[in-house]
C-alpha cells in the first residue's frame, strides 16, 4: 500500500481508454445482458426451426396433395370454360346450381364454381367444402387456372398469354450523370446504414440515458471529476455503446446468415441474387456518415437528459417524445420516396432530430443531391458536437445537483460567463 | 501538480475568491493557503461554502472570481493521479463488482491494472473485506461501503488529501479506520486539507485552520493563533452563589456552580480573581486553559443564529 505509482502514463487517453473498457466490460460482463441480446437471435433461431420441420412436413402433404384429384362440378354462363380441360382437372358440368350447391353441403362434391356470363364484370362463385383456411385457397386456385387455360387456348400464344396474366420479367438500367446508375440494386447498401442506426438507436438509447443517471444516482460525479474531463467521460461512454452494439447487432446477425448460408433452400429462404446488388461509394460514404453523424447527435442528447434529470422516471418523460421525433419520418415514408422536394420532406431532412432517418433513405434511393449531402452532414456533426458541449456542460453542473432538476437558464447563463471569463 | 509556480506558492494557494450562484454570493472575498506537508483545517457552518471552495479548488466549479492553485496552477483531471478526494456527497458504481469499480478508479488515477488490482487485494485484506471482492457494492452495508470509498480515495498514495465532512455518516469503527489512515498518510508526507465539525479531531490532527462565516474568513492560522485571536485563555471557574458580572472578563458558559470566564483586554488572571473574591462569590476551583476550538465555534456561529433569530 505504500508504493506511489511506479509510472503514470498521459492520462487523457489514458483514461478514454480505461473509461471505454469499463463501460464495455460491465455491460457485457452481465448475464442480463446476454439474455437479452441472445433472446433476439434464439427466437430467430427457433423460428426458423420450426420454419424447417413444418417445410419437411409440408412438403411430403404437398406432393400428396399434388396427386389428390380436385372432385368438382361447374357451371359456365360464359362459354368460354374448355370442357376438356376442365375433366382433365377433375371437374364435371352441372345441369342444376341449386342441385351443384347441395352436393357441396353434403360432401359428395368437394367444390362448385360458378363461371357468370361476363367474368371480367362479375365475380366467380366458388362454393367448397372447408378444408381449413390455407386449404381452402386451392378452390379459388383451381377455378383461375381453368380460366387461365381458357383464355390461352382462345388467344394461341404463349407469348401474348403471359404478356396478357403479367407475367414478364422487366429488367430496367437507369443512368445518372451519364453513367448507369445501380437501381434497385444500389439503394440497398446505403439503407443497411438506416438499418445499423435504427437498431443500435432502438438498443442502446435507454442505456446511455441511464449511463450519465447512473452517475449522479450514485453520487459518483464530484470523484470522477477529479480524475477525468467530463469530455472523455462522455465520449467513452458514446465509444463504448457503440461497441457493444456492434456486439449485439452481430450476435442479432449471425443466425440469419448461418441459416442463409447453410441452410437457405430447407428454410425456404428468398433466393437473394447479391450479383443485383450495387456497391457505389458515394452513397456508401454518405450512409456511414450519416449514422455516424446521426449517432453522435442522438447521444449527446441522451446524455445531456440524463445530466438534468434527477432520475430515469423523469428522464422518460423527455425520452419518449424524442424517440417519435427521430422516427417520424418514417410515416412519410411514400411521400419521402416520391416527392423529396414537398417542404415538409424537406422540413425532415433538414431539422436536426428528425434528419439522419430522412436523409438516410434519400440517400438510399437516390435522391439526396451532393449539396443536400454536404449540409445535412455538416448539420449533423456540427450539431452534435455543440450538443455533446452543451451535454459536457450540463454533466458537469447537473450531476452533482443530486435532488432536483437542473435549472437550464442557470446553467446556461454560468456558461455564458464562464465563457467570458475564459 | 507539480509546477513551475510551486516554488514560489504554498501547495494550495487561494486568492481573492468569489463565487456567485446566480444573485447569490456564496463566498465574498477568500484567501488563504495551505503548505505542502500540513494538515489543514477548514471550518465553518453548513452553508458557509466550504464545499464551495473545495468544488472549485478542483475545478469542478467555475469560480466567478479569484486564483485557486494547487502546485501554482489551476487544478485539471490529469492531476487527479496525485491527489485523493473524498466528497462530501459520496458514492460509487452500486451495481457492479468491489474490485471492479476499485480497479476502474485506480486506472482512472493513473495506476497499472495489475498495480490497481493488487493494491485493491491488499487493501480488502486489510479492512476485513477480501470475501467480499466480488460482491456488487450494492450488497455491502453502509459501512463496508464506507471502507471501499476510502480505499479509492487513497489508493494512489495521494500528495494532497481533501475529505470533505470526512467522517459524515462514519460508524465508529469506521472512523477510526478513517483517522488512522490520515496519520499514515501524514506520515508518508501527504497535505491533508479536512473539512470537518469536530473540534476534537481539528484539535488533535490540524497544524492550522481557517474559519468561514458568510464568504469570508473570521480566522486563519495556527491551531494556537485562532485561539489567541478568541481571548486564547479562559478561567474555568467553581463557585457557590452567584457569578458576578465584571468589566474584566466575559462569561462564555455558566452552568450554574461552573462558569468559563474570558478575559477582556488587560485583565490579568490576579485581576479576576480578585474580582470574584471581592464580590462575594464562594470559589470552590480556579484553573486556566485554552479556549477550546469548539468555543470558537460556537461563539462565532452562536452570533450567527443569535442574528438570524432577532
Known amino acids: 500500500m505504500g508504493t506511489a505509482p511506479a509510472q503514470r502514463s498521459p492520462l487523457r487517453w489514458h483514461n478514454l481508454g480505461t473509461v471505454v473498457g469499463f463501460e464495455f466490460f460491465r455491460t457485457t460482463k452481465k448475464p442480463r445482458f446476454w439474455i437479452a441480446t441472445l433472446a433476439i437471435p434464439l427466437v430467430t433461431a427457433i423460428v426458423f426451426a420450426l420454419i424447417f420441420v413444418s417445410n419437411s412436413s409440408t412438403s411430403a402433404s404437398a406432393d400428396a396433395q399434388k396427386n389428390a384429384a380436385l372432385a368438382f362440378v361447374y357451371t359456365d354462363g360464359s362459354g368460354i370454360i374448355p370442357e376438356a380441360a376442365a375433366q382433365a382437372a377433375g371437374g364435371a358440368r352441372a345441369a342444376d346450381p341449386a342441385q351443384a350447391v347441395a352436393d357441396v353441403k353434403s360432401g359428395r362434391v368437394d367444390a362448385y364454381f360458378a363461371y357468370p356470363a361476363d367474368p371480367a364484370a362479375e365475380s366467380v362463385k366458388v362454393y367448397g367444402a372447408d378444408r381449413g383456411v390455407f386449404a381452402n385457397g386451392t378452390y379459388e386456385a383451381v377455378a383461375k387456372q381453368l380460366l387461365m387455360v381458357a383464355a390461352q387456348a382462345d388467344i394461341g400464344s404463349p407469348q401474348l398469354t403471359a404478356a396478357a396474366s403479367g407475367n414478364v420479367r422487366v429488367d430496367t438500367e437507369t443512368y445518372r450523370g451519364g453513367a448507369a446508375s445501380g437501381g434497385f440494386g444500389a439503394a440497398v447498401p446505403p439503407l443497411m446504414f438506416l438499418v445499423l442506426f435504427y437498431v443500435m438507436v432502438i438498443l442502446l438509447s435507454n442505456q446511455m440515458l441511464n449511463s450519465t443517471l447512473e452517475e449522479k444516482e450514485n453520487r459518483v460525479t464530484e470523484m470522477i471529476l477529479t480524475t477525468l474531463n467530463p469530455t472523455t467521460l462522455i465520449m467513452g461512454k458514446i465509444i463504448s455503446l457503440l461497441l ?44 456511414a456518415l450519416l449514422l455516424l453523424g446521426g449517432f453522435l447527435l442522438f447521444t449527446a442528447v441522451l446524455g445531456a437528459i440524463g445530466a438534468v434529470m434527477p432520475n430515469a422516471k423523469e428522464a422518460g418523460v423527455v425520452f419518449g417524445p424524442l424517440m417519435a421525433l427521430i422516427f417520424v419520418p418514417f410515416y412519410a415514408i411514400s411521400l419521402i420516396l416520391s416527392d423529396p422536394t414537398s417542404p415538409i420532406v424537406q422540413a425532415f431532412t433538414y431539422f436536426p432530430l428528425s434528419a439522419p432517418v430522412t436523409a438516410m433513405l434519400r440517400n438510399g434511393f437516390g435522391t439526396l443531391g451532393p449539396v443536400e449531402s454536404v ?24 450531476s452533482i445537483q443530486y435532488t432536483g432538476k437542473l435549472s437550464l437558464t442557470k446553467t446556461l447563463r454560468r456558461g455564458r460567463r464562464e465563457m467570458a471569463g475564459s | 501538480m507539480t509546477a513551475g509556480g510551486a516554488a514560489r506558492e504554498p501547495l494550495v494557494h487561494i486568492e481573492d475568491f468569489r463565487m456567485d450562484f446566480g444573485d447569490h454570493t456564496v463566498i465574498k472575498d477568500l484567501s488563504f493557503d495551505v503548505r505542502a506537508g500540513e494538515t489543514f483545517g477548514f471550518l465553518g457552518s453548513n452553508g458557509s461554502g466550504k464545499t464551495t471552495t473545495l468544488r472549485a479548488l478542483l475545478g469542478i466549479y467555475q469560480p466567478t472570481a479569484g486564483t485557486l492553485h494547487i502546485g501554482g496552477k489551476s487544478f485539471e483531471p490529469t492531476d487527479g493521479a496525485r491527489l485523493g478526494y473524498l466528497p462530501e456527497e459520496r458514492g460509487l458504481y452500486k451495481k457492479e463488482p468491489v474490485l471492479d469499480v476499485m480497479v476502474y478508479f485506480g486506472r482512472l488515477k493513473g495506476l497499472g491494472k495489475a498495480q490497481a488490482r493488487a493494491w485493491s487485494l491488499d487493501y480488502l485484506e486489510r479492512v476485513q473485506l477480501a470475501d467480499k471482492a466480488t460482491s456488487n457494492l450494492d450488497k455491502l452495508s453502509g459501512g463496508q461501503q464506507q471502507k471501499i470509498q476510502l480505499g479509492v480515495t487513497i489508493m494512489n498514495d495521494p500528495e494532497l488529501l481533501i475529505l470533505d465532512e470526512p467522517t459524515k455518516g462514519f460508524d465508529p469503527v469506521n472512523r477510526r479506520l478513517l ?78 456552580g461552573y462558569a468559563e470566564l474570558a478575559p477582556r483586554p488587560g485583565a490579568d488572571q490576579a485581576a479576576v480573581l480578585r474580582e470574584l473574591v471581592t464580590s462575594g462569590t464562594a470559589i470552590t476551583s480556579f484553573t486556566t486553559a485554552r479556549v477550546s476550538l469548539e468555543e470558537i465555534f460556537i461563539r462565532v456561529y452562536g452570533e450567527q443564529h443569535q442574528t438570524v433569530e432577532a
Open chain 1, 244 to 287: 457493444v452494439g456492434l456486439v449485439q447487432i452481430s450476435v442479432f446477425l449471425a443466425p440469419i446468415i448461418i441459416g442463409f448460408v447453410f441452410f437457405r433452400d430447407r428454410l425456404s429462404l428468398p433466393d437473394v441474387d447479391l450479383s443485383d446488388v450495387v456497391f457505389e461509394p458515394g452513397p456508401l460514404l454518405v450512409g
Open chain 1, 375 to 398: 449540409i445535412v452532414i455538416a448539420e449533423l456533426f456540427i450539431v452534435g458536437i455543440l450538443m455533446l458541449r452543451f451535454s459536457v456542460h450540463l454533466f458537469r453542473y447537473g
Open chain 2, 179 to 256: 483517522m488512522d489512515i490520515i496519520e499514515e498518510q501524514k506520515l508518508a508526507g501527504a497535505t491533508v486539507i479536512m473539512v470537518t465539525h469536530q473540534m476534537e479531531e481539528v484539535e488533535r490532527l490540524c497544524d492550522r485552520v481557517i474559519l468561514l462565516k458568510d464568504g469570508t474568513s473570521r480566522a486563519y492560522g495556527t491551531v494556537t493563533d485562532v485561539q489567541e485571536q478568541f481571548g486564547g485563555t479562559v478561567y474555568r471557574v467553581g463557585y457557590d452563589g452567584v457569578l458576578p458580572r465584571s468589566a474584566l472578563y466575559d462569561v462564555v458558559r455558566n452552568t450554574g
